[in-house]
């Protein structure tokens, strides 16, 4: 097989922030003396407080801990706002390019962003939110989605974001296990010239049980659309921050104080509210986006994802606003008005660093070359990719169409429990190989396992965990520690378990092959198999239903869901689309079935667990690899399942 591999291009090798010698020396260093190079790291933070307890963590179940800088103290809104106003007062901080290429995008200073942040910090301390309190912003990708978030990192409140496309339900568990005070949203949102009902959400999501928490609804007004307003609890966003003072003191939080809470999807159960905190968080991402995208004064940055995950998070926020750098948040889609939109902003805005997922190369690429040539793209330098692996011919369309085979790519393989990226090339030291996410970051010690927790050495696959900890890891699910540490510590004990495949070369590069639990990535968003379950069984026809995932051209992965209907309900395409919809009612647009099969009985053990492997394999439509069947209670339920496939033309 003729090794593919890209080399570090000759101008990257000798004009960056890492070259292949500073990797490998700092990397060593980073393992050998952990609290002396992180504590050189953390000084690119302003702190109030300087640490002086920099690592004490323990992946031990009998002395389990995760601290990182414990007896410093900082502000988080300060590091990414206030630190910059003596040099770059007047530099762009946020560029916002609006859905529709027809409304004018804004250009938001780091002065004028201070001022915005300050004055929503002083109106939520007016309304009655500090340090500790839940806060949840469910707002459309518009600057006030980070101003919100900023403002709450200014007084200690803790944000937890909730994604736009999910519906009242999924907000409505995500208010309640946070027992948020207050919800920032919007009238509604725009995505691709469709309006998001933001408010009418939050108002279905606000009359259901265990919400009662909320005091507050601040609306921004974005459309103009005419929404109710429910006095008093209902207020507009501009109304409470005009006449607020400018200047807002801010709260001073320890290290280890959070920052944010985040749902994501696991493999069992409700979703989890991963628990990020304060200084730690702040010095990794800020560090791993300065090195990863080789920043430079005058970039242009512009990272695709939503602020509803974490990428959003980490990568448009908290890491570039930190370092002072310029970030694009970009409100629309792809392929609105047409293919070429994401090109068409990178000219417009001369974006030099561009990162997205895989599900968008896909979609792009198979629409061909035209609607890219049909750009300049020549401000471009670096790209980037995230939220699923990417196979390796979209991985060479990416490089050589959009990049002009100029661009390196930076495959960045990490998590929502991660809060930075763990393994990625860095693009002045890395060789890449389409479809590797090549080494890990400075500190990151990752390893390979087998089923056993056996540690595989040198070339070979099985799981991938982390065995040491690094700064911004996730301290906690919010509200159940013990979960924190079944789900993640005590499959491989004395490691992070990853829930990843994953593949180590002969080179040594790792090769993410994706989730080996019961998640499935659809289009780079997590959703647990067990979601979509108890949303189809709350179907008044529904008996039991069983979802798998399946491989997907365009999303990378497909939900298939196997449905018995209680007894006497008769099977028909109305029931079909109803139970598509149902689901998307119950948890969002994000959780869009592709295939629904009829299923008379599901294959189960005799001790009545369902044998998700089978399910598997006939949703890949590989029925002649079901492997061994004998465990099975009954066979036959089997081959009427076979049968009954949906086989792609
Ligand atoms: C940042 C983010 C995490 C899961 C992760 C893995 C997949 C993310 C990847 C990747 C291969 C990459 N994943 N980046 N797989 N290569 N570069 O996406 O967080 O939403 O929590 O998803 O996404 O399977 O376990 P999150």
């Known amino acids: 097989m003729p090794r593919d591999i890209y080399p570090v291009p000759a101008d990257f090798a000798v004009n960056t922030r890492v070259n292949r010698e500073q990797y490998q020396a700092l990397y060593k260093q980073s393992l050998d003396d952990p609290d002396g190079f992180w504590a050189g790291v953390a000084e690119r933070l302003e702190w109030m407080k300087t640490p002086t307890k920099i690592k004490n963590t323990s992946f031990d179940l009998a002395d389990f801990r995760i601290r990182w800088y414990e007896d410093g103290e900082l502000n988080v809104s300060v590091n990414c706002l206030d630190r910059h106003l003596e040099s770059r007062g007047d530099k762009t901080a946020l560029i916002f390019e ?65 994604f736009g496309g999910f519906a009242a339900n999924s907000i409505a568990d995500r208010v309640s296990d946070s027992g948020s005070k207050l919800i920032i949203t919007a009238d509604e949102g725009l995505r691709g010239g469709r309006k998001v009902k933001l408010k009418v959400n939050v108002d279905a999501a606000l009359k259901l049980p265990g919400t009662n928490t909320v005091e507050t609804v601040l609306v921004v007004r974005h459309t103009g659309a005419a929404v109710d307003m429910q006095m008093p609890r209902d207020r507009w966003y501009d109304a409470v921050v005009d006449g607020q003072p400018e200047a807002c003191e801010p709260e001073r939080m320890n ?92 000219d417009k805005h001369e974006v030099t660093t561009f990162y997205t997922a895989p599900t968008a190369i896909r979609a792009l690429m198979r629409e061909g070359e035209g609607p890219v040539k049909a750009t300049s793209r020549k401000s471009l330098r670096l790209l980037g990719s995230v939220g699923e692996p990417i196979n390796p011919e979209a991985w060479r369309w990416y490089h050589d169409v959009v990049g002009e085979g100029r661009c390196p790519i930076v495959d960045t393989w990490w998590q929502t429990e991660n809060g930075g990226i763990l393994i990625s090339p860095l693009p002045g030291a890395t060789d890449l190989k389409p479809g590797c996410a090549t080494n890990p970051f400075f500190g990151v010690k990752p390893a390979i396992v087998d089923t056993n927790g056996n540690f595989i050495e040198g070339e070979g696959s099985g799981n991938l965990v982390i065995t040491d900890s690094w700064p911004s890891q996730s301290r906690s699910i919010y509200g159940d520690h013990q979960r924190f540490i079944d789900t993640y510590f005590k499959t491989y004990p004395g490691t992070y378990f990853t829930g990843d495949g994953c593949r180590r070369d002969a080179d040594g590069d790792y090769w993410i092959t994706g989730r080996v639990d019961d998640v499935i990535n659809v289009s780079g968003h997590r959703i647990g198999t067990a979601e979509v379950e108890s949303a189809l069984v709350s179907h008044d026809k529904v008996a039991e239903a069983a979802v798998v995932g399946f491989p997907h ?60 492997r089978i399910l598997r394999k006939i949703a890949e439509n590989a029925p002649d690899q079901l492997g061994d069947t004998s465990t099975l209670a009954d066979p036959s339920v089997v081959d009427s399942l076979v049968k009954e496939r949906y086989i792609p033309e």
């Open 553 to 612: 051209d365009l999303k990378g992965q497909g939900i298939y869901v196997y449905v018995t209907l209680i007894a006497g309900e008769v099977a028909s395409d109305e029931l079909r689309v109803e139970l598509i919809r149902h689901v998307r009612a119950e948890i969002g647009p994000i959780a869009s079935i592709d295939h629904l099969q009829w299923a008379p009985g599901l294959p189960k053990t005799r001790s009545g667990k369902i044998m998700r």
């Open 98 to 162: 609006p859905d529709s290429p027809d409304t004018p995008a804004e250009r938001i200073s780091y002065r004028e962003l201070h001022r915005r942040v300050c004055k929503l910090a002083n109106a939520l301390r007016a309304l009655g939110i500090g340090k500790g309190d839940r806060v949840t912003i469910y707002l459309p990708m518009i600057p006030e989605a980070a101003i919100a978030m900023l403002a709450c990192a200014r007084i200690g409140a803790v944000h937890m974001v909730v």
């Open 255 to 346: 290290a280890e104080d959070p920052l944010f809470i985040l749902y994501t999807s696991g493999s069992t159960g409700k979703p989890k509210g991963v628990l990020h905190t304060t200084g730690g968080y702040l010095v990794y991402v800020s560090y791993t986006h300065e090195t990863i995208f080789d920043l430079r004064e005058d970039d242009v940055y512009w990272c695709t994802a939503d602020v509803g995950w974490v990428t959003g998070h980490s990568y448009i926020v908290y890491g570039p606003l930190a370092n002072g750098a310029t970030s694009l948040i970009f409100e629309g889609v792809p392929n609105y008005p047409d293919m070429s939109r994401f090109w068409q902003v990178v």
